[in-house]
T-cell receptor
Framework: NAGVTQTPKFQVLKTGQSMTLQCAQD?????MSWYRQDPGMGLRLIHY???????DQGEVPNGYNVSRSTTEDFPLRLLSAAPSQTSVYFC??????????FGPGTRLTVL | AQKVTQAQTEISVVEKEDVTLDCVYE???????LFWYKQPPSGELVFLIR??????QNEISGRYSWNFQKSTSSFNFTITASQVVDSAVYFC??????????????FGKGITLSVRP
């Protein structure tokens, strides 16, 4: 099993650009989520999904969209990147929201 | 609302010293889970432990031990005989067990541990 995979590992965007962070898991987990990590802030939940076709907002959802068309994939879309979205993004999956396996992270810089 | 406080931001010790990382939490629920994660310099998040609120037994795993005290809402983590490889950021997290969005992980801000040779 590859576990939770995220692509890309690093990304630099200009303000206003859009992009999609990819996340995939091969453990047949129902629950998937996206967190962002900022210095001194810990990790904060952006969006989560409790199964294919079902998504909901977390603590800091503004500026991000998600969809869950398959159990395996949970992409995170930045519609119009802003410098405040410079962060490290972690995708996670699990059999429940409170037991999550984390991916390796994507480091995003918005100029 | 749930909250996790890690009051220590940075700790520096010399190798072989014991070190305790503090975690205090707030929740209105009687059923919840507590976690510790390690984030080494390479950046990945490594799961260390999950503790159910009904299980107050302390746990030991090698050089690691955890002290869970509901009376003080604390879940402290002790590393015995620290090693350079223990240098990392350590996160404490809380999850309520009600389901849905309430089951999300709420993280503390993390403690940066530096172990000097």
């Amino acid at each position: 099993n590859a576990g939770v995979t995220q692509t890309p590992k690093f990304q630099v965007l200009k303000t206003g650009q859009s992009m999609t962070l990819q996340c995939a898991q091969d453990m047949n987990h129902e629950y998937m989520s996206w967190y962002r990590q900022d210095p001194g802030m810990g990790l904060r939940l952006i969006h989560y999904s409790v199964g294919a076709g079902i998504t909901d907002q977390g603590e800091v959802p503004n500026g991000y969209n998600v969809s869950r068309s398959t159990t395996e994939d949970f992409p995170l879309r930045l519609l119009s990147a802003a410098p405040s979205q410079t962060s490290v993004y972690f995708c996670a999956s699990g059999q429940s929201l409170h037991t999550q396996y984390f991916g390796p992270g994507t480091r995003l810089t918005v100029l | 609302a749930q909250k996790v406080t890690q009051a220590q931001t940075e700790i520096s010790v010399v190798e072989k010293e014991d070190v305790t990382l503090d975690c205090v939490y707030e929740t209105r629920d009687t059923t919840y889970y507590l976690f510790w994660y390690k984030q080494p310099p390479s950046g990945e998040l490594v799961f260390l432990i999950r503790r159910n609120s009904f299980d107050e037994q302390n746990e030991i795993s090698g050089r690691y031990s955890w002290n869970f005290q509901k009376s003080t809402s604390s879940f402290n983590f002790t590393i015995t005989a620290s090693q350079v490889v223990d240098s990392a950021v350590y996160f404490c997290a809380l999850s309520e067990a009600r389901g849905g969005a309430n089951s999300k992980l709420t993280f503390g801000k993390g403690i940066t541990l530096s172990v000097r040779p």
